[in-house]
């Protein structure tokens, strides 16, 4: 049934094939293993996971270098609060319940899980705080970013740019992050933000909206 989907989904939309053909190669690959391998993390290492929601990365991480902090942005108000109560005894996490963009505001996130999204179009939404990156770096004193993931549905073409014009990309020396592709003109948006990354950064691998990774040049 959900290749089917997939299929009618396609038909309708053929702006959508470099998704579909770049997953299929995800897969067949198993690019998810690229999303589980940080042994080569240094000791003292600053992380920040960009769309938390419930652990399951900081975990994998916090597995392989055990000494390292991990800052994790999840503006979902129930996922912030679970990730509170899981690492509340754990001082190398930190949990702040807000997103990360250009400028200070509000976003109204349509909200379906881990799907929640400023983007796309759901029947349920909530009122999401977001804070200027800029002052994040600022405020925690983030001069070295060893690993950022970035998964925020729509959001990262708000945060990267905010980045790169910050001129905040060359203290993070490796980034991961999926971009989404809820309409065809965010091809032409992935595109803009490639070409800022490319300034400071050489693309590692790369899946076609579905995971990138980017890595200090």
């Known amino acids: 049934m959900a290749s089917l989907k997939r299929w009618l989904d396609r038909r309708r939309n ?9 997953y299929r190669k995800f897969r067949a690959e198993n ?3 690229k999303l589980r391998h940080y042994e080569d993390l240094p000791a003292g290492a600053v992380v920040l996971d960009i769309g938390g929601f419930r652990g399951e990365w ?12 991990i800052h994790i942005m999840e503006p979902h108000p129930i996922f912030a609060q679970t ?11 930190f949990v702040h319940e807000f997103g990360l963009g250009m400028a200070t505001g509000t976003l109204q996130l349509s909200d379906e899980g881990d799907a929640s999204s400023a983007i796309a179009e759901h029947s349920r939404s909530f009122q999401a705080p977001i804070v200027p990156v800029a002052s994040f770096f600022k405020e925690h004193n983030l001069q070295e970013v060893a690993l950022a993931k970035v998964n ?12 790169i014009d910050a001129g905040l990309m060359p203290r993070i020396a490796r980034l991961q ?7 065809p003109k965010l091809q032409q948006a992935r595109d803009a933000i490639l070409a800022g ?4 950064h050489k693309q590692a691998w790369c899946y076609t909206f579905v995971w990138e990774e980017w890595q200090r040049a």
């Open 14 to 22: 053929p702006w959508k094939g470099v998704f579909f053909d770049a």
């Open 152 to 163: 925020i549905e729509g959001g990262e073409y708000d945060l990267l740019p905010a980045l």
């Open 58 to 69: 900081c975990d994998i991480v916090l597995r392989q270098q055990p000494d390292c902090t």
């Open 83 to 93: 990730l509170r109560e899981k690492y509340q005894s754990d001082d190398r996490v």
């Open 197 to 200: 990354l490319a300034k400071s």
């Open 177 to 183: 992050v999926q971009f989404h592709l809820f309409e």
């Open 31 to 33: 690019g998810q293993a």
